[in-house]
Each structure stands twice: as structure tokens, then as C-alpha cells.
């Protein structure tokens, strides 16, 4: 957890005995799958708590009941736990709507609340704008026993929806529109994911948020900054009440190049089938990340990195992905597949002969040990690693020239065989039997060195190329009358079917990551993956193009 301006504000409440242990809560609201945004959340509040000896509740913000789901629930917890957190305590706002209900007399009953029959047309006409004062409500002055009887008749469902809300009795002419008698209450006849039919009125955000934190006690309540102008409404309900006076604090949300982070455009993305559903490897989502095989410490390292400020910006995805390179060249071990298989025959090798060879499994972890790999007369090598009519720095294989097989022979093309079209369907090799494991007793260079995978040995794989949702950096940012939606782009998934595997690719766990050697990180398909019929998606390519850029600027700075 890295040093910032809230870290800073909690170890200062520390020291001085404002509090003596603090708690932070994760407060998602059930209407959508979590997004790389709620992991910058998650991993700050969990962070913070973490640091210091605290603790973290996770709480559903469940007060819209028409978009909530049980679903939506559950993905969220699975979400969580799969990043690495576990909460104190797991709760729901619905678990307040009693006493928020019981609040909300109170203030009543100080004359700091009234119900409004004004339509929620009308209140938005009488909020007034930033530049002209409202116009107080004509039912502002009703006596507080007409507030507590129509209120108490909200609550038993005597009147239609929208016809009448409870309103915080504060300021009109207030600078911040917040306060210009903020809805607390509105009549919705909805069935709610968890208290059934039991409640036709529900609280706002505004009422239910710092009120369920005070109940939880919650010292440091984190939030982004678009709720900045409410944390004057967040501390009136709370001084108005005398409860526990818990502290917003906001950051700076994430934004990431290449995609959208928000719940209504995600849902967007899956509900007009743009992509497969919220776990579609390209997705943003949480989900998304974990079929797309990014480790959740890549995540975690993200979080860290960007920081947490109070100034908006836009992260580059390069860095995400380069937090997943660095995860994944420690722990990823190296297996051999080729994604466009060319037959590569041995003429000097005999039929029905097998060697066994000893591959490394992870030359970044001695401890990772060595597999073997059968080497045969017939092998696979991949089409890019062959050019009939190569250019001058082309090190791979051609007609008359020598490359190394890893782990096995350097070898050399003697013939090109192809089909009626003149597509080369087939290359012949001779190999030098004293190079085995790849070295030259005769000390000649070898320049190249390809994978291959042993046709006897070889399972056939699907295999799924990802590429950004969007080609833009900013997908958002699309000219006047069009669609940011249409700007998707139509290859961000290329299928490869025929892939040749080794045989230890085949046998993968799904969920399970590894590097195919040279080509980039893949994981095993945690859906579609089975035995005998292997399923891969590109995590992220070898090249680490933030890298470089970094590199370079340092270079020039
Ligand atoms: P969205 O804007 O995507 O619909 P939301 O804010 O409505 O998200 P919530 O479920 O209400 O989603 O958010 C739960 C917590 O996650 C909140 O504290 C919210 O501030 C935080 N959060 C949401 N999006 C981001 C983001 N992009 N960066 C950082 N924190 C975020
Ligand atoms: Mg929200």
C-alpha cells in the first residue's frame, strides 16, 4: 500500500486518538459486475484498513430496487475474494431500512423534514440552477403531526409512486444544490431482491449511504469525487442525528485507455451482445480480467502504482498489461505451441525413433524444474518461422539455412514441398546430431532459434487473439451524432483453430497461465477449456511496448 493523501489523513487520526482502530467499507451497488475502477476502490479501502490494523466491510448498496439483482451479488463477492480480500463483515443497506425509517421520524419531528406532494418534474423545477435560487415547496410549512401521518401512510403503500417524497427541510437558497431540501424518501411499489414486497418507499443514495456508515461505524469513508458537492448533505444528516460521525473522503476515479469503466456502458457492451457477457475476456470487468487470465497480483501492482489523488487522469492499459508481464515472466512456466502449424520432416531422422528432451520449465525460477518433450522425425513449427524468399535480417528458417529447434537439434533446410496452389505445405531438414540441447561443439553461430511441437505428440487447441475492445484511446470521445459503441472494434477477437500444443498444454487446469514460448502468455479457458479438447486465450503478447516507452523517455529526459 503505497503513501498518499488518505493514508496520510488516517495515520494523522491515529496519532492523534481520534480514532484507535480504523474501519473502511466497499460499498458497491448490486446493478452490475465490478470493473477494474471498483479494484482501485477495493484495494484502496482494503489497503488502507490492512496498513493499519483495521477492518473492511463489503456493503451492498441496495436502495434501487428495479435494477438490483441476487446475481449481480454474488458475482460481486466471488469478484472480491478473487482479488485477494476478505471482509469483516458482509452487509446490505437493506439491513437499515428500519432504522433509517426510524431516523427519518426523527427528524420529522425536529422540523428538519417534510413530505412534498410535488412531482419529481416539479421538484427539479423548484431546485432552481447554480446561478438562480429555489423556490421553497408549497407543502414546506405542513405541521410535524400531517408530516408524520402522510409519511407513516407512505410507508404502509396508501399512495401511488412519485406521487409524494420526504424531503430534508435545509436550504433553497443554498449555494449547493444538495442542500436545497434534498428527497430522502421516494414511493416505489417494486419488489426488492431482499425484502421482498415489505417496503413501497425507498431511501435515496444520499439518505442511505452516510447513515449506513455510521451505523457501521465506518471512521474513513472513501469515495470518488463526483460526490464531493454531497459531503456537506453527508455531515448535516449526520450532526442533524447525533450518530456517529463517520468522514467522506474522495479520490480521483480511474479511467483506462481503450475501454469504458462504467456500470451503464458495460451493461450496454453485454445486453446489445457486442461482447459475450460480462466475463468476455475483453471486457473491463473483474470477471472479464480473470477469463482473460491476468493474475489478481498483476491487478493488485496496478492499483499500487497509479496511485490515489484527487486529480483525474487517464492510465494507459500498456501499464496494466505490463504489471501482467512482470507477474507472469516469475511465475508463468514455458511450454511449446504453435498457432499456424507448418510440417517440418526430418529426412536424416528414422521413422517410429523418439528422443526425450529436457525443456526448462521456467528460466526465471530454477525451483520450476524441467518437463520432457518428445523430438521425432515429424514436428510442427509455426508458418511465421519460415519464409522461402527471406530478407536479409529474416533469422528464422529458409532454403539452405540452419536454425535452432529449442531444446533440441539445429537443423537445415534442404527441400520445400507444396501444394497445386504453390502454398508450401511441408519442409525437409537434415539435423546435426552433435548440436543436441541446442549447442554447437564447432563453436558456429546460430542466429535463430523456433519453437516446435512433436506431430506424434501434438493435441490440436483452439486458440483466441484478443486485441482492446477499442481502437481508440479514448473510445468516449467520438464526433457528434455517433455512437461511441460503433467504434468497437470487429477483430478485438481473431479464433484460431488447429493449433498444435505440446502435450502438457493439453493437460492444463483451466485457469492455469502459462508462456507460449516466444509467441506470448495464454491461459486455459476457465469455460471452454476441457481435456482432450484445449482451449487458450492470449492473455497478453511478449512485447512490452510501456516498457519501451518508459525507457525511452527516461533516455530523453
Ligand atoms: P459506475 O460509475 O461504473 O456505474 P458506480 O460508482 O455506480 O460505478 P458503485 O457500485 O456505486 O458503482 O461503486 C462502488 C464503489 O466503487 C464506490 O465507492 C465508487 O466510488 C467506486 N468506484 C466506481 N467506479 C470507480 C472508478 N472508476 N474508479 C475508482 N473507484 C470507483
Ligand atoms: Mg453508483
Redesign the pocket.
Known sequence: MGSHFIADIVEADLASGKHAEIRTR????P??Y?????A???CLNFGLAAAHGGTTNLRF?DTNPTTEEEAYVRAIERDVRWLGFEWNALYYASDYFEQLYEWAGRLIEKGKAYVCDLTAEQVRQYRGTLTEPGRESPHRGRSVEENLDLFHRMRAGEFPDGSRTLRAKIDMASGNLNLRDPVMYRILHAPHHRTGESWPIYPTYDWAHGQSDSIERITHS???LE?EDHRPLYEWFIAELGIFPSRQIE?????VTHTV????K?LRLVGEKAVSGWDDPRMPTIAGLRRRGYPPAAIRDFCDRIGITKQESVVELGLLEHCVREELNRVALRRMAVLRPLRLVLVDWPEGHFEELAAVDNPEDPAAGTRPVRFGRELWIDRDDFLEDPPKKYFRLAPGREVRLRWGYVVRCVEVIKDAAGEVVEVRCTHDPATRGGGTPDGRRIQGTIHWVAAADAADAEVRLYAPLFPDTDPEAVPEGTDWIERLDPQSLVTLAGCKVEPALAAAAPGERVQFERVGYFVADERDHLPGRPVFNRIVTLRDTWAKVQQQAAGKG
Do not use: Y
Not at 466497499?26 to 451497488?29: G, Q, S, T
Open positions: 466497499f460499498p458497491p451497488e446493478n452490475g465490478l470493473h477494474l475502477g471498483h482501485k476502490s477495493i448498496d472513501v469515495c470518488t460526490f479520490f480521483a476515479r480511474l479511467n469503466l462504467s456500470k451503464r458495460l
